[in-house]
């Protein structure tokens, strides 16, 4: 590791999207990180792109607002975010998710000090024989970035992954719903702010199943915070 970190202080960062020379705080060139979809209009309830900056929630929030009381993402999950969470959560490209997660602290530092105050980071859990497959929490390695970037208290025992649940990519927002129900227990959040960690928000499932047992623990507030929102 300390290897590692000697090299990477010696030779020219490499760009993770076209092998190019980069800016050494970002691991891209600035080409590439030009060409990122970044999240600027967006529904302030559940990160959905919308068309115009007028704070309100959209209209699906409207009808039915999410358990969480808000979600904030860094980018739209389309190419190139797409292959970059590719290649974090299932090839083990970790230098991709500090990448990421860098971007997502930058904007978490963008808000009001006040919104960030107190907050807890809580990862979305793996199911341990999940967790054994892939070798590392994607979410957990988020939410460590976001931690040491904004000084936040990263607390990844408060909910657990009691199910291991069928892969949620072929299903619908309702069939999601209905797979996640007993999936996640969460104790010891009397309370407390928390921030919820994901990689990617699709319908929302996964992060209402965990904000509805945070809150059954106790917990004051929720919000999502995510590298990515899939339109």
Same mark, same amino acid.
């Given at each position: 590791?300390?290897?590692?970190?000697?090299?990477?202080?010696?030779?020219?960062?490499?760009?993770?999207?076209?092998?190019?020379?980069?800016?050494?705080?970002?691991?891209?060139?600035?080409?590439?990180?030009?060409?990122?979809?970044?999240?600027? *209009?967006?529904?302030? %309830?559940? #990160?959905?792109? +919308? &068309?115009?900056?007028? !704070?309100?929630?959209?209209?699906?929030? $409207?009808? =039915?607002?999410?358990?969480?009381?808000?979600?904030?993402?860094?980018?739209?999950?389309?190419?190139?975010?797409?292959?970059?969470?590719?290649?974090?959560?299932?090839?083990?490209?970790?230098?991709?998710?500090?990448?990421?997660?860098?971007?997502?602290?930058?904007?978490?530092?963008?808000?009001?000090?006040?919104?960030?105050?107190?907050?807890?980071?809580?990862?979305?859990?793996?199911?341990?024989?999940?967790?054994?497959?892939?070798?590392? *929490?994607?979410?957990? %390695?988020? #939410?460590?970035? +976001? &931690?040491?970037?904004? !000084?936040?208290?990263?607390?990844?025992? $408060?909910? =657990?992954?009691?199910?291991?649940?069928?892969?949620?990519?072929?299903?619908?927002?309702?069939?999601?719903?209905?797979?996640?129900?007993?999936?996640?227990?969460?104790?010891?959040?009397?309370?407390?702010?928390?921030?919820?960690?994901?990689?990617?928000?699709?319908?929302?499932?996964?992060?209402?199943?965990?904000?509805?047992?945070?809150?059954?623990?106790?917990?004051?507030?929720?919000?999502?915070?995510?590298?990515?929102?899939?339109?």
């Amino acid at each position: 590791m300390v290897y590692k970190s000697l090299l990477r202080g010696l030779l020219p960062a490499t760009c993770l999207l076209c092998g190019g020379t980069a800016r050494a705080a970002l691991d891209l060139c600035a080409d590439c990180a030009a060409q990122l979809p970044t999240l600027d *209009n967006a529904c302030p %309830r559940c #990160a959905m792109p +919308l &068309a115009d900056a007028h !704070g309100a929630p959209c209209g699906p929030c $409207l009808q =039915r607002a999410p358990r969480f009381g808000a979600c904030i993402a860094a980018l739209r999950y389309e190419h190139p975010v797409r292959e970059l969470v590719s290649r974090f959560k299932f090839q083990g490209d970790l230098a991709c998710g500090r990448m990421l997660a860098g971007l997502l602290a930058r904007r978490l530092a963008a808000l009001p000090p006040a919104r960030r105050t107190g907050v807890v980071l809580v990862p979305v859990p793996l199911h341990p024989a999940r967790l054994r497959e892939r070798g590392f *929490n994607q979410s957990e %390695r988020i #939410a460590r970035v +976001l &931690a040491a970037e904004l !000084g936040l208290a990263l607390a990844n025992t $408060l909910v =657990r992954r009691v199910q291991r649940t069928a892969d949620q990519k072929q299903l619908g927002a309702a069939a999601r719903s209905r797979n996640l129900q007993g999936a996640f227990h969460a104790t010891g959040c009397a309370g407390r702010r928390i921030a919820l960690v994901d990689d990617v928000i699709t319908t929302g499932a996964t992060a209402e199943a965990v904000t509805a047992e945070l809150f059954a623990a106790g917990a004051a507030q929720v919000e999502v915070w995510c590298l990515a929102r899939a339109l």
